[in-house]
């Protein structure tokens, strides 16, 4: 049962313009959202998080977006350089309960020069 | 950001024998230290749970007497594969949450490669 799903298993984009990146979740548990990136043979690196409370948060070229009534968030881009390129994972947590995170199966961002 | 290591990077073992993977966080202290499983093309799946001191918690359907989980201190914990079998050829990761990350940050390591032939 896959709770937290990215429906797109691969983007392409051109250098400097945005890269959009989906998640959706079925648990109306979660209240809390992170993005990972992941180089191949490497573990995933913290990318950005957003909690329930917030619909934005931005940091530096990333900025994440929430909508709790689609149950989707967002990782945005811009403008998308060619070391952005790698695999985005969404995950999703419950802040008052479990340690678990619960992972997305990724998106493959290929930013072309 | 804080760093978290595993070794080894790669094994292959012969089916029937017993791996060992440690991870380690380098430079925090690591309360809850978390053990995943990647299928190619599939996201992480978490298979147990450990704090320092404490038996580890396993997620549903994850063999305890397969994957055998110690966190013996607050930067070393180890997952042993017991009895190796073609299936469970994967990537393992490990992640580690203690004092120096935020509460809901986990800090992963670089994965381990098991091919069990």
């Known amino acids: 049962d896959q709770q937290v799903k990215q429906n797109s298993p691969s983007l392409s984009v051109q250098e400097g313009r945005i890269s959009i990146l989906n998640c959706d979740y079925t648990?109306?548990?979660?209240?809390?959202f992170l993005w990972y990136k992941k180089y191949p043979a490497e573990g995933p690196t913290f990318l950005i998080s957003?909690?329930?409370?917030?619909d934005k948060n931005e940091d530096g070229r990333f900025t994440v977006f929430l909508n709790k009534s689609a149950k989707h968030l967002s990782l945005h881009i811009v403008p998308s350089q060619p070391g952005d390129s790698a695999v985005y994972f969404c995950?999703?947590?419950?802040?008052?309960?479990?340690?678990?995170?619960?992972f997305g199966t990724g998106t493959r961002l290929t930013v072309i020069p | 950001g804080a760093v978290v290591s595993q070794h080894p990077s790669r094994v292959i073992c012969k089916s029937g024998t017993s791996v060992k993977i440690e991870c380690r966080s380098l430079d925090f202290q690591a309360t809850t230290m978390f053990w995943y499983r990647q299928f190619p093309k599939q996201s992480l799946m978490l298979m147990a749970t450990s704090n320092e001191g404490s038996k580890a918690t396993y997620e549903q359907g994850v063999e305890k007497d397969k994957f055998l989980i110690n966190h013996a201190s607050l930067t070393l914990s180890t997952l042993t594969v017991t009895s190796a079998h073609p299936e469970d050829s994967s990537f393992y990761i490990c992640s580690a949450r203690g004092v120096r990350g935020s509460s809901y940050e986990q800090y992963f390591g670089p994965g381990t490669r098991l091919t069990v032939t």
């Open positions: 648990n109306s548990m979660f209240d809390y």
């Open positions: 957003i909690s329930s409370i917030k």
């Open positions: 995950a999703a947590s419950r802040q008052t309960g479990a340690n678990n995170l619960f």
